[in-house]
T-cell receptor, first 115, second 115 residues
Framework: LAKTTQPISMDSYEGQEVNITCSHNNIATNDYITWYQQFPSQGPRFIIQGYKTKVTNEVASLFIPADRKSSTLSLPRVSLSDTAVYYCLVGDISSGYSSASKIIFGSGTRLSIRP | KAGVTQTPRYLIKTRGQQVTLSCSPISGHRSVSWYQQTPGQGLQFLFEYFSETQRNKGNFPGRFSGRQFSNSRSEMNVSTLELGDSALYLC??????????????FGAGSRLTVL
């Protein structure tokens, strides 16, 4: 099972771009990389998922180098409402479906945005 | 489309009591998983159900149990409560993706306090 390592915390200011890097040295061939966002007393919320290169959606971009041993979540022009904990995790897709038990949440990165 | 609904949102119990938490998944989702979140241990996988069958179980004592009904709704039960069981209990549902890894949709959680 691939474990992930993220910075414990990060600080930034409104309007800045924030990049959170996650290390996953033991990622398996079939593993996808998924990022979740969690606000206090709420469940995590899916942000973005990718396998390789770059993925972009309406809220974030995900950069994955060729060796896939790390990934970077990029949040453009953050606001105060982006203050949350961000989790990077990997999951396998055996038989095209990954079991929730194979999804391990790390400690997450606590992102604080200041005015 | 309604999200994942967890009840109750908050509850207080005393040591030795038992508690039952309920989770209604997104319509059409057949997989339901449960997680325990505490400040010290983070998000930890409890168990996963698919079509009324427990597919996987995390490293928790037998006091923690669950079940899933034919309509995919799920319950988890904790017997003989201990102080350390105080936590946010999160339920997530998921469906087989067309591609990529499993994406979990979480409920808001049930906050259990054991006195």
């Amino acid at each position: 099972l691939a474990k992930t390592t993220q910075p414990i915390s990060m600080d930034s200011y409104e309007g800045q771009e924030v990049n959170i890097t996650c290390s996953h040295n033991n990622i398996a061939t079939n593993d996808y990389i998924t990022w979740y966002q969690q606000f206090p007393s709420q469940g995590p919320r899916f942000i973005i998922q990718g396998y390789k290169t770059k993925v972009t959606n309406e809220v974030a971009s995900l950069f994955i180098p060729a060796d896939r041993k790390s990934s970077t979540l990029s949040l453009p022009r953050v606001s105060l409402s982006d203050t949350a904990v961000y989790y990077c995790l990997v999951g396998d897709i055996s038989s095209g479906y990954s079991s929730a038990s194979k999804i391990i949440f790390g400690s997450g990165t606590r992102l604080s945005i200041r005015p | 489309k309604a999200g994942v609904t967890q009840t109750p949102r908050y509850l207080i119990k005393t040591r030795g009591q038992q508690v039952t938490l309920s989770c209604s998944p997104i319509s059409g989702h057949r997989s339901v998983s449960w997680y325990q979140q505490t400040p010290g241990q983070g998000l930890q996988f409890l168990f996963e159900y698919f079509s009324e069958t427990q597919r996987n179980k995390g490293n928790f004592p037998g006091r923690f149990s669950g079940r899933q009904f034919s309509n995919s709704r799920s319950e988890m039960n904790v017997s003989t409560l201990e102080l350390g069981d105080s936590a946010l209990y999160l339920c997530a549902s998921s469906s087989r993706p067309a591609s990529g890894a499993n994406v979990l949709t979480f409920g808001a959680g049930s906050r259990l306090t054991v006195l």
